[in-house]
């Protein structure tokens, strides 16, 4: 069973950083495409990086230059650096995963993936 739990949320300042993870168990993460997603309050659900099985990295604009996707396969954690970060940046936070290949463009949308985490509240205070 494909479980995933996210962690490392908290409240900061702006300009701070925060890491992000998400612990992936039931499956080996190498062979999955993973994504990180938001929620804002009374927003939709947004994409906001992933990263395909071969490794290559999608981000939505509003993050590019400040966040960062990678992933341990040793550790079968997916992890999400967080830099110079703003009160817009205030959401829960979700990781989500599907198996087999997903284009880049494709990364970004919620509809592709089957596996979600319950989230972690990320707080951007001015």
């Known amino acids: 069973q494909v479980q995933l739990v996210e962690s490392g949320g908290g409240s900061v300042q702006a300009g701070g950083s925060l890491t992000l993870s998400c612990a992936a168990s039931?499956?080996?993460?190498?062979?999955?495409?993973m994504g990180w997603f938001r929620q804002a309050a009374g927003k939709e659900r947004e994409g906001v990086a992933a990263?395909?099985?071969?490794?290559?990295?999608t981000y939505a604009t509003f993050v590019k230059g400040r966040f960062t996707i990678s992933k341990d396969n040793a550790k079968n954690t997916l992890y999400l650096q967080m830099n110079s970060l703003k009160p817009e940046d205030t959401a829960m936070y979700y990781c989500?995963?599907?198996?087999?290949?997903?284009?880049?463009?494709?990364?970004?949308?919620?509809?592709?993936?089957?596996?979600w985490g319950q989230g972690t509240q990320v707080t951007v205070s001015s």
């Open positions: 989500a995963a599907r198996g087999g290949f997903l284009a880049s463009a494709a990364g970004l949308f919620t509809a592709n993936y089957a596996y």
């Open positions: 039931g499956y080996i993460i190498r062979t999955y495409s």
């Open positions: 990263i395909a099985i071969g490794d290559s990295t």
